[in-house]
Nanobody, 120 residues
Framework: QVHLVESGGGLVQPGGSLRLSCAAS????????MAWYRQAPGKQRELAAS???????NYADSVKGRFTISRDDAKNTGYLQMNSLKPEDTAVYFC??????????????WGQGTQVTVSS
């Protein structure tokens, strides 16, 4: 099965930047769509950004223009560059990825999350 591990979270001041990474490992042929979700305490998990295997990206309106999602398929790693961070961006950020197994089946997995705290 696929294992996803997020890293790069931390404490940052408003207006600052962070770069999150999501490393995928396991037995699979390639990554399909990957995405970043975030969840603040007491709130539903929401999709922040996604990117297809072809490089097509989508962003939530709340992060559009500030966040950039990217991927490096050679490293089986996805990234989320977060600029101009706001306190309302504070959340646990999860990566999710669909991977194509050698048998052709797509498996969707989740990482355990990394905490992003934006505070002065």
């Amino acid at each position: 099965q696929v294992h996803l591990v997020e890293s790069g979270g931390g404490l940052v001041q408003p207006g600052g930047s962070l770069r999150l990474s999501c490393a995928a490992s396991g037995s699979f042929s390639r990554m399909a769509t990957m995405a970043w979700y975030r969840q603040a305490p007491g709130k539903q998990r929401e999709l922040a950004a996604s990117i297809t295997s072809a490089g097509s990206t989508n962003y939530a309106d709340s992060v559009k223009g500030r966040f950039t999602i990217s991927r490096d398929d050679a490293k089986n790693t996805g990234y989320l560059q977060m600029n101009s961070l706001k306190p309302e961006d504070t959340a646990v950020y999860f990566c999710s990825a669909g991977v194509v197994l050698f048998g052709g089946t797509t498996y969707s997995g989740w990482g355990q999350g990394t905490q992003v705290t934006v505070s002065s």
